[in-house]
């Protein structure tokens, strides 16, 4: 068997997670700039702290996610090969297309469902926390880490979750695949044209307001 990329931290139902390098270098992104917002309401150390903290919440979150995927392609039989994380993402390969649109569906959507379920939590937690604590402050932040990678995944077009939700929709009603993954394609060029453009004028508003 060939060696995988990536450096691996975890099995999950005896399936390896793995580290891409370009996550050590976000991570580290991450903490540098995390720390230097942080450093208004908490001392230097407690800010790299809570930076590093949240570093690994996120990664945390998107491990979860996957092994949404994970557990519900295993309950339908599915051969699974390895989570791997990212850049910017998440990554379940599983080596055999699921048989019908329901089971596509079913596989699909509860990554989002698992991030969405995390948001809820955190969300529950943190309010039953003293206000503008540190652990109120890192459950916010993995409240609405979680929330975008919930609502991200499930829009409507391939590579995302919602793209293939899509598909096993179109797949469901035409009877298909082949168009349907087709169609989810198309879909998913048409939303990075939109998606893209708005997610850089969002970052350059945000880092002209720091």
């Not at 930076?51 to 945390?60: C, H, Q, S, Y």
């Not at 409240?143 to 919602?162: C, E, K, Q, S």
């Amino acid at each position: 068997t060939p060696r995988q990329p990536g450096v691996q931290i975890a099995r999950v139902l005896g399936v390896p997670v793995r580290l891409m390098p370009s996550w050590f270098l976000f991570a580290a992104y991450l903490v540098i700039t995390g720390q230097q917002v942080l450093r208004s309401r908490v001392s230097p150390g407690e800010a790299y702290g809570l930076a590093a903290a949240f570093v690994l919440l996120l990664l945390l979150s998107v491990v979860l996610h996957e092994v949404g995927h994970l557990a519900v392609a295993r309950a339908f039989g599915l051969p699974v090969r390895s989570i791997t994380v990212t850049l910017l993402a998440g990554f379940t390969e599983i080596t055999e297309p699921p048989q019908t649109p329901a089971r596509e569906y079913a596989v699909a959507v509860c990554g989002p469902m698992v991030s969405l379920l995390l948001s809820g939590v955190a969300v529950a937690g943190a309010a039953a926390l003293p206000d503008d604590s540190v652990a109120q402050l890192l459950l916010f932040g993995a409240a609405a880490t979680n929330g975008t990678i919930g609502v991200l995944n499930l829009l409507p077009g391939l590579p995302l979750d919602g793209g293939r939700v899509l598909r096993s929709v179109v797949w469901h009603l035409g009877g298909d695949a082949e168009r349907a993954t087709r169609v989810s394609a198309r879909a998913g060029m048409a939303l990075a044209l939109v998606v893209i453009p708005v997610l850089f004028l969002l970052i350059h508003r945000r880092e002209t307001r720091l």
